[in-house]
């Protein structure tokens, strides 16, 4: 049998396994696991500023804040998106259309966040979305990695919490070579 003819009956299968189960091509894709993102987006990464710079521009990164002022930051980040499973949003009460956002952070994320609140205890923490400043991280008590969840202390609006909760885990399959692991909803109720 030829290539073409093997991919032929292979796209029929697959058509017909769609049709017969009553499944989306979405739907189908995940189920055979063919759904593989293709790249990161709205990605999450925690650097903490450089006590003395000295100009390397392999592992320093300067920064210009919102308020004019350049800080330099580590370029590698503590945390990122590599290390977390699933996003959640919650409603801020009290600010109409602003959430705060909750990371799940797998087995090595939760060690490396543990490391980020203890190291960060008297600094503060860049936070980035695709690799532009979003916020700052002010750690008020270190983590002792058994936490499942953790908070995000930054009030996102609704169009950008929709999107980092949206990509969470493709961005974690993305990394980590399409590996799937248990993501769930922290609230059940649809914030969106």
Known sequence: ??????????????????FLCGCSAEELERLLGLDKPKEAVFMLSFHREVAYPRGNLQGEMPLRMPNGVTRVLERYPMMSSHFIIDAAAKPVPGKEGFYRIFLKPDLKGRMMWMQLTALSRNEPVAIMLDGLYFGELRPREVSTGEETWVELPLDVDAARAQQIVKYANDNYRFFNNNKREDAHKLFPEDNF
């Open 1 to 18: 049998m030829s290539r073409l003819s093997e991919l032929r009956v292979l796209l029929f299968a697959f058509a017909a396994a769609g």
